[in-house]
């Protein structure tokens, strides 16, 4: 079968398409066949290599699939050949307190699946092992395209928003990259609570796709000054809660964008990590600070029932074939993706 794997760090250059063994299943894994698989930011790191994250080669990146199982291990219940899934891309040990708990994204174990080197590789492939538990029914009304696009970004939307900052009716809250992965899912996720949100983009064809998928106000990063917005969306209040993950860049606006009293919940450092805080913002006017990684399974869940319902939709802009990753991850870097990327594989279809 054919992968996208790199032996070394570096820019697109190291990925490449090629042949490699199909994977062994254990008794609680399913084999999949990748009809298609999205990209994400998590792969670029992986590529290039960050501080801090050990990547062992080769590495076939991917977090996001979804296909038809062709093979289930002999401890598997629940799942058969021929059904139709997403895969969620949290892995843990699944015998800790934490996992018990339903609070698996606390498993020391806990990995994202393609990105922290772990037993499993990832999802740039035409076959993947993945133990059953994080397979979930693919939604029916939903493209193989649109259904692989949804489970990393969508999760870790819903937990930032839902499960950390609780947004309710009525909130403000200001997402930046609004026309990215997770920007499109928290825009839809912010309407779905009724809440407001406050899309900030860098051009207004971005702005335009978040407008249509539900934000009220929007803010051209380029053009305006975003604080300024703020306060004449928000009538000098500032916002509930700032959805926050490009980091550096962005971290000194968003510290004073909030409320008092208003939530920062923080998934990413696109652009740095060493985000300026000036600490009297954080305690006079007592802003909570909230870490958000991925989701679980059961937030996954929850989240899919309103993609089954219409509410919460992907937003896909461009589909190439899997050979073509690279050219994909340039337009991430460049900042000029629009929703998701999706990778096909050759040869094995979509619909
Ligand atoms: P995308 O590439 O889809 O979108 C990111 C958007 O962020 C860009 O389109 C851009 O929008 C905006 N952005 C980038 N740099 C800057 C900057 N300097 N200033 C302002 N805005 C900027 O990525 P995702 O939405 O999928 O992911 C975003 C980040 O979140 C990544 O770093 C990713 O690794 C991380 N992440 C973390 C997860 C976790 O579980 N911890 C899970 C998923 C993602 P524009 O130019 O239009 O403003």
Same mark, same amino acid.
């Given at each position: 079968m054919k992968a996208v794997v790199f032996d070394q760090h570096g820019?697109?250059? %190291?990925?490449q398409y090629r042949e490699v063994a199909e994977p062994d299943i254990s008794p609680n894994d399913v084999l999949v066949r990748v009809k298609a698989t999205a990209c994400n930011y998590n792969d670029i790191w992986a590529r290039r290599g960050m501080a801090g994250l050990a990547v062992a080669f080769p590495h076939i990146s991917g977090s996001d699939a979804a296909g038809e199982v062709v093979k289930v291990g002999s401890e598997v219940r629940g799942v058969k050949a021929g059904d139709e899934v997403v895969v969620h891309c949290g892995v843990s040990c699944r015998q800790c307190e934490a996992c018990a708990a339903g609070q698996d994204v606390f498993c020391r174990d806990f990995r994202i699946w393609g990105f922290q080197t772990g037993p499993l590789d990832g999802a740039h492939s035409e076959l993947i092992r993945i133990p059953a538990y994080n397979v979930v029914p693919k939604p029916e009304n939903l493209s193989w395209e649109e259904a692989s696009s949804l489970p990393l970004v969508l999760v870790t939307a819903w937990r930032k928003l %839902? !499960?950390? #900052?609780?947004v309710k009716p009525g909130d403000h809250v200001l997402i930046w990259g609004a026309a990215g992965g997770l920007g499109i899912m928290a825009i839809q996720i912010a309407r779905l609570f009724k809440a407001r949100p406050i899309a900030v983009a860098s051009s207004d064809d971005k702005l335009e796709v978040c407008r249509k998928v539900g934000a009220e106000f929007l803010i051209n990063r380029k053009k305006q000054d975003i604080l300024e917005e703020v306060r004449s969306i928000t009538a000098r209040r500032g916002v509930d809660i700032v959805f926050e993950h490009p980091g550096e860049a962005t971290w000194p606006v968003s510290v004073q964008a909030v409320r008092r009293g208003g939530t920062i919940v923080t998934s990413g #450092? !696109?652009?740095?990590y060493e985000g300026l805080t000036d600490l009297r913002h954080i305690f006079f006017r007592q802003i909570t600070v909230m870490g958000s990684t991925l989701g679980s399974k059961a937030e996954l869940i929850q989240a899919m029932r309103f993609v089954e319902t219409g509410d919460i939709k992907p937003v896909v802009s461009e589909v190439l074939p899997l050979r073509e990753v690279g050219e994909a991850q340039l337009t991430m870097e460049h900042s000029e993706v629009l929703g998701k990327i999706v990778l096909v594989p050759d040869g094995n279809g979509s619909r």
């Open positions: 820019g697109i250059e %190291v990925l %839902v !499960t950390r #900052a609780q #450092a !696109t652009s740095g």
